[in-house]
Nanobody
């Protein structure tokens, strides 16, 4: 079992930045692929990025490239999402997730989820 707790969300103005953190605990978290997703009201949960267990490989949704950066610190069992140049369309609940799959492709490939952290971008 893996427990995930997100933090770092909040209210930010257009053009601002935020760094989200997700603290993981439980089984050997360093062996899991970790990902970030977001869900806006009335919309589906969208994939943002993932980072491999070894930290050597990252993968981003095309629409998220350039402004969002995922990283992980296995010593701290934490995954981060640096978000820059935020705009109101980035307003959503942001979730981190973990999976034993090396190349997860959908939300269904992830076994463990955090409770989410709200990010609100004001215009």
């Amino acid at each position: 079992q893996v427990q995930l707790v997100e933090s770092g969300g909040g209210l930010v103005q257009t053009g601002g930045s935020l760094r989200l953190s997700c603290a993981a605990s439980g089984r050997t978290v360093s062996m899991y692929t970790l990902g970030w997703f977001r869900q806006a009201p009335g919309k589906e949960r969208d994939f943002i990025a993932r980072v491999s267990a070894s930290r050597n490989s990252t993968y981003y949704a095309d629409s998220m490239k350039g402004r969002f950066v995922i990283s992980r610190d296995n010593a701290k069992n934490t995954v981060y999402l640096q978000m820059n140049s935020l705009n109101p369309e980035d307003t959503a609940v942001y979730y981190c997730a973990a999976t034993g799959n090396i190349y997860p492709t959908t939300t269904y490939d992830y076994n463990y989820w955090g409770q989410g952290t709200q990010v609100t971008v004001s215009s």
